[in-house]
């Protein structure tokens, strides 16, 4: 006979509470285990493992691939039990009816789980098909419609209910149980080697310490030209202003890429993404770039390294730098529930260095997001002054002789001023009626039409940005009446801009427009009283050698850029001189060569920015005052000056795919 026809037709056994009970959770849970790892299956198959396989090993993905079942697994054995918990108290009522009971919960079970997972199985198809809006609600009403009616006719239900009989035998549901408990316990042990295998032990510092502090501060996603500082009409920056009055100011400064990750990348080792082969966001530097860092350099050289980094990419990347920091605290990104949660299952998501720990955190936060009806990117909301205190705490552990950085999520999307702030530059009330959902519409380019919305969304910016700089002042006043600032190099920079012109909304998109690559670099050494304002072009890459210069340090071969101690306090000067080269690569595999996206150069002589697209080879050049717009191209204009950035596009990155 049949297994789904025995299961479907066999009659209840009467029993006691406790063997109904028992016999129930195993058939709740298996139906928990066999709808979330079919969900979370789907989930993999149509957008994860394609996305994986760019920055990660066939061998890490199939490790993130078992790391998602195994957690799936579990949670369906929570979900289950949970279910049989609501049903315990009816089968000790009933106590006549108890086995009938048991048996009709888990054919609603059965029912609920197939409903479920098929209609997330349709929904998920359609999204690959690309059918539009109406065409998905007639489907999805079918669907539903589908259901009600093997539900009324007696034949069909027998079918639908005993679909699953072959997973719900009473030996099956049990190796259920002990394969999710077992494999849990075999990827704990996994993971647990992997981490003391993988990583090699920290040296001891020197007894002979370094006299001198380096201080690094950089904000995610701060144009430069929304600071007062750098000419913005609004007073975004004060405390940066007056900081920056006894600093060196380069008003020249670009990031080596238009989002986070590249460019934090680049400041870290001196090399440009196309060397180091981060381009995604979750990416990271291996092999021998891992060390290749400045904090390992930093550190061999006598000094205690430290860092708090509120943007979880900036963290995880943290993380991944061989040996790079003595404190590197994990940051709390949502406190509550989440975070409990987050810290119950750590012994299946360890801080081993292999897989991409950031990506199963993202996973959790978006689940519970969903399921709690809660916003998502919850991580991307660590408050400014939440950031400087922990700074603070980290600072307290570190000798003197220290390379500390801090990197704060603010003022990234979405932009959350404090009441304090909220009202400076645009009326609450118009705040209120901001949707994401419009906005979402803006990338990667939005419509003339917009830009009066935009303009908007750019006040509330710049109300975040004066949050942040009250942040940074309270801060830089803490440590100046401790004593910390007497010798220490102060530095405050970005990681990429933000754009609310030209067409294009925020950043991390391949046109280069000036507002997304320029950022702000002030230096301040100990005891500096007089200000100085360079126009030097420099990019990113020359942060970590001059970093080292001002430690007394010498730059490593493999670094790329060039110090630029020389400019310090030689005012006025740099006009006319310089080059910074910027890369968007995201769509290439970090394991393959590079032939998609586009690099950039912007041109201190002649003021020009070139832009070089490697799919097509098609170039664009436009004056650096005309920059912000996505798609302004003079070089019919000036043929011969597009040659020369283009040939220096290619002199400074050979190895960049040539096509004629």
């Known amino acids: 006979m049949n297994k789904n026809r025995m299961f479907a037709e066999r009659p209840p056994r009467e029993s006691g509470f406790l063997s109904t009970i028992v016999s129930l959770w195993f058939e709740q849970i298996s139906l928990g285990v066999i709808g979330l790892v079919f969900a979370e299956a789907l989930v993999m198959a149509s957008t994860k493992i394609q996305t994986w396989s760019f920055y990660l090993k066939p061998s890490e993905i199939f490790f993130e691939v078992v790391v998602r079942v195994i957690f799936t697994a579990l949670a369906g054995i929570a979900l289950g039990s949970a279910c049989t918990a609501a049903v315990a108290p009816f089968l000790w009522y009933f106590k006549s009816s108890r086995a009938r009971l048991a048996a009709w919960s888990t054919k609603v079970a059965v029912v609920v789980v197939l409903f479920v997972d098929s209609r997330f199985a349709l929904t998920t198809l359609i999204k690959w098909s690309g059918r539009g809006v109406r065409f998905t609600s007639v489907l999805l009403v079918l669907h539903f419609a589908f259901f009600v009616i093997a539900i009324c006719i007696p034949r069909a239900r027998k079918q639908l209910v005993g679909s699953l009989g072959d997973f719900m035998g009473e030996k099956m549901t049990r190796r259920t149980a002990i394969a999710t408990v077992g494999g849990a316990a075999a990827l704990i042990a996994t993971e647990f080697v992997i981490g003391k295998t993988g990583r ?81 966001l979750q990416g990271r530097p291996r092999g021998e770039n891992a060390a290749r860092t400045l904090p390992h350099v930093m550190r061999a050289a006598g000094f205690a390294t430290g860092a708090f980094l509120s943007n979880p990419y900036a963290y995880y990347l943290g993380t991944s730098l061989e040996n790079g920091y003595d404190v590197l605290p994990e940051p709390v990104f949502q406190k509550g529930g989440l975070a409990h949660l987050w810290d119950v299952i750590r012994p299946i998501h360890q801080d081993t260095g292999f897989g991409n720990r950031f990506d199963e955190y993202h996973d959790l936060e978006t689940t519970w997001s969903i399921v709690g009806r809660m916003d998502t990117n919850l ?282």
Do not use: C
């Open 200 to 280: 090699a032990a920290m040296s001891a510092l020197p007894a002979q310490r370094p006299d001198s502090n380096i201080l690094l501060i950089t904000f995610d996603a701060l144009d430069a030209e929304d600071m007062s500082v750098y000419g913005n009409k609004l007073l975004t920056t004060p405390n940066i202003d007056a900081f920056a009055s006894k600093g060196t100011v380069f008003t020249n400064f670009y990031s080596a890429s238009t989002f986070t990750t590249p460019s934090i990348a680049t400041m870290m080792t001196g090399i440009y993404p196309s060397e180091s082969h981060v381009h995604q």
């Open 379 to 660: 991580s991307m909301r660590f408050r400014p002054d939440a950031s400087f205190a922990k700074a603070r705490e980290v600072l307290a552990k570190l000798p003197a002789g220290n390379f500390m950085w801090v990197h704060l999520i603010t003022p990234h999307h979405p932009y959350l001023p404090d009441p304090t702030e909220q009202g400076r530059f645009l009326p609450y009330e118009e705040q209120r009626g901001f949707e994401q959902e419009e906005e979402d519409r803006w990338r990667p380019r939005y419509e003339p039409d917009q830009q009066s919305q935009v303009d908007k969304r750019r006040l509330l910016y710049d109300e975040f940005i004066l949050t942040a700089d009250r942040a940074f002042g309270d801060f830089m006043s803490e440590l100046e009446k401790d004593g910390k600032l007497r010798n220490t190099t102060v530095i405050v920079s970005a990681d990429h801009g933000e754009s609310f012109e030209g067409g294009v909304f925020r950043h991390q998109t391949p046109y280069q427009t000036r507002p997304v690559i320029h950022v702000p670099l002030i230096i301040r050494q100990p005891g500096q009283q007089q200000g100085s304002r360079v126009a030097f072009t420099a990019d990113q890459t020359a942060l970590a050698p001059t970093i080292l210069e001002l430690a007394g340090q010498p730059k490593p071969g493999w670094m790329r850029g060039q110090s630029l101690v020389e400019w310090l306090n030689r005012n006025g000067q740099g006009d006319g001189e310089g080059q910074a080269f910027t890369q968007y690569l995201e769509k290439n595999s970090s394991f393959k060569p590079v032939h998609h996206g586009t690099v950039g150069v912007i041109d201190g002589r002649s003021h020009y920015q070139y832009i070089l697209d490697l799919d097509t080879q098609k170039g664009l050049l436009r004056p650096l005052d005309e920059a912000q717009i996505w798609d302004r191209d003079h070089t019919s204009e000036n043929p011969a000056l597009a040659k020369e950035l283009r040939a220096a596009i290619y002199s400074r990155f050979p190895d960049l795919l040539q096509k004629p």
